[in-house]
């Protein structure tokens, strides 16, 4: 008998305390996937947020920090001057943490051109504190802070964190991708390999966003959640490469 | 040998001299020889400097390093430490040993630049929220704070727990001659192994965190966190006594504040008036018992408190005193200080 679909041996055997149809169980599962596939898994560090993947630690097998709220981009940095060159360093945080309270450390690690990987997760929406207006929730999208709608006039606007941060001179790669269906998971996965390649190649900070849900918060099916993901979200948040410095240097 | 430092890049050299090779800081006056010091020192000697975008991301990077493994500092003054304080908590509760340099200005608010000891409930009581203290220590010259810095890795280390130090504006910024002491050599200083996670491939993560969501796991490590403490408090407390073993009026000052009172102390005896002094080194731990242990002399008259503040440290005094004797207050804030002559006025006519 051939095994031919196996769990990542990156993560470990806790279950994951996601809620059911929560796309943070599959992005978790991109980044073992990938760093065992660049056999960069054994001594990879993670540095993990304040938000629904605050548990993380829990689950990738790898040397593990968990941040105060915002700063895992700073952590990392500081991890960088550390340890061994070779060593990935990855954070993963949501938008509240990396959009909001840590808005200038993440600007900042961009800006400095920090050999890290930035996992960004999207869902527009603060998951564990039950469901209040994130730095991304969209124009008329409803939230505990914002019951009738956020309103740009009364909450502001909505953040585009991969445009903002093309602007920068110091990020190396910056990709918006999806988990709303298969061909999309395995878009992904590409962008999340292409950016631990830009870390490996020593060339600066990858950024990869992806448009997430919440079907607990948004009151959703999983299914309505991916479709509303899919409708809604990535029409509001663009798929695409922002920038990629590989392809600037051929 | 001894050469003219400045107390700022004092600090910065001993804390090289000591093994720390990382240091995260962000400008703020009077502290920013420090980081002018160790951007171009740190680098010679195979180490890191980063000017982060905040204090607070400064303490988080602090985090990061300590986390990893390696012998790192940052340093601040007043409102630049008050924004430092959550990392501050979550590095004592993920049992970080790292060194945090307070070069008091006076407050509140953005205050002023002038020295100032407005910072002693921050510093001692924990600053940051939950239960925890770091250990604190209160230097009063140039070579004292070398010796300190030199050391304080090697207590932070010890205990995993942050250290802080604390002198203020006049400290920072005065010279005076100092001897440096040699150079550590990096593979005597601890094994990290077991706990840092700098990307280990032996199967067995290291996690640093400070997430105990469990109420019994939480007050289990409270506790332990306390034990640590007692031990600390056994082992680390220190206090300088001078000339209290016949003196009936005995002032309690620390860092620059106690030099003052020393030569207030020299003058009072000329005039037949038996001073003394006792200085605490370590603010936390605190030496209750050094001055409990005055309180019960005969010939003890009163303590008089001596601050840079509004009377912060009095209370620690108060609680060593025990209401065995008066405990009295002579500060000046706003970044004032004291002069000798004022403190022989206060004892002479008690005002």
Not at chain 1, 77 to 82: D, F, M, N, P, T
Not at chain 2, 281 to 287: A, F, Q, S
């Amino acid at each position: 008998m051939k095994i031919v679909a196996d769990k990542p041996k990156m993560l470990t055997e806790t279950p994951l305390h996601y809620c059911p149809g929560c796309t943070h169980g599959i992005v978790h599962r991109l980044v073992a996937e990938v760093l065992d596939e660049l056999g960069k898994a054994d001594n990879a560090i993670g540095v993990v947020p304040v938000g629904c993947s605050v548990f993380g630690y829990k689950y990738f097998r790898c040397d593990v920090f968990e941040a105060a709220h915002g700063r895992a981009p700073a952590v990392a940095s500081a991890i960088r001057r550390v340890v061994n060159p070779d060593n990935m360093i990855f954070t993963y945080q949501g938008d509240g943490d990396l959009a909001s309270i840590g808005m200038a450390e993440t600007v900042h690690a961009c800006t400095r051109g920090e050999n890290i990987t930035v996992i960004f997760i999207n869902n527009g929406i603060y998951g564990m504190t039950g469901g209040q207006m994130a730095p991304t929730t969209m124009p008329g999208e409803k939230a505990t802070t914002c019951i009738y709608g956020r309103d740009p006039k009364v909450n502001g606007n909505p953040v585009h964190m991969c445009e903002m941060l093309a602007t920068l001179t110091g990020p190396a790669y910056i990709e918006r991708v999806s988990c709303y269906d298969v061909p999309h998971v395995i878009k992904a996965k590409a962008a999340i390999k292409k950016a631990f390649q830009v870390q490996m190649a020593k060339k600066g900070l990858s950024f990869i966003e992806v448009v997430a849900n919440c079907p607990t918060n948004y009151h959703q099916t999983p299914l309505e959640s991916m479709q509303f993901v899919k409708e809604k979200g990535c029409a509001f948040y663009p798929l695409g490469v922002f920038k990629d410095i590989t392809k600037e240097d051929k | 040998m001894k050469k003219l430092w400045k107390g700022n890049e004092a600090i910065a050299e001993a804390a090289v001299a000591a093994g720390c090779r990382y240091f995260f800081g962000y400008p703020i006056t009077p502290q920013n020889e420090i980081p002018e010091y160790l951007s171009w020192r740190l680098p010679e000697v195979g180490g890191a400097f980063i000017q982060a975008e905040s204090e607070v991301s400064a303490i988080n990077m602090l985090y990061g390093a300590a986390g990893a493994g390696a012998r790192a500092m940052t340093s601040s003054s007043s409102p630049g430490i008050s924004l430092k304080q959550e990392g501050i908590s979550y590095i004592a509760a993920a049992e970080l040993p790292c060194v945090i340099v307070n070069m008091m200005r006076s407050g509140p608010g953005l205050g002023g630049i002038q020295p100032a000891q407005g910072d002693y409930f921050q510093a001692t009581k924990g600053g940051g929220h939950g239960d925890y203290h770091p250990i604190v220590f209160a230097p009063s010259s140039i070579q004292e704070f070398v010796d300190i810095t030199y050391g304080a890795f090697d207590v932070a280390d010890k205990y995993r727990t942050p250290v802080m130090i604390i002198g203020d504006g006049m400290l920072g910024q005065m010279m005076e001659p100092a001897e440096i002491p040699p150079m550590r050599d990096l593979k005597t200083l601890p094994d990290k192994n077991e706990w840092a996670a700098c990307g280990h491939s032996d199967g067995r993560p290291r996690i640093i965190n400070s997430l105990r969501i469990e109420p019994d796991e939480l007050e289990a490590f409270n506790n332990h966190l306390f034990k640590k403490y007692e031990e600390i408090t056994k082992n680390e407390t220190r206090c300088e006594e001078y000339l209290t073993s016949d003196a009936e009026y005995i002032f309690v000052a620390y860092g620059s504040v106690a030099r003052i009172c020393k030569a207030a102390i020299v003058e009072l005896r000329a005039q037949g008036i038996k001073a003394g002094l006792i200085r605490p080194i370590t603010l936390y731990p605190y030496p209750t018992d050094a001055i409990a242990s005055k309180a019960k002399c005969d010939k003890v008259k009163k303590f008089i408190t001596v601050e840079m503040s509004m009377g912060q440290m009095i209370e620690d005094v108060r609680l060593a005193v025990n209401g065995l004797k008066p405990v009295e207050f002579y500060g000046r804030s706003g970044g004032n200080v004291m002069m000798p002559a004022d403190l022989v006025k206060y004892v002479k006519e008690g005002k």
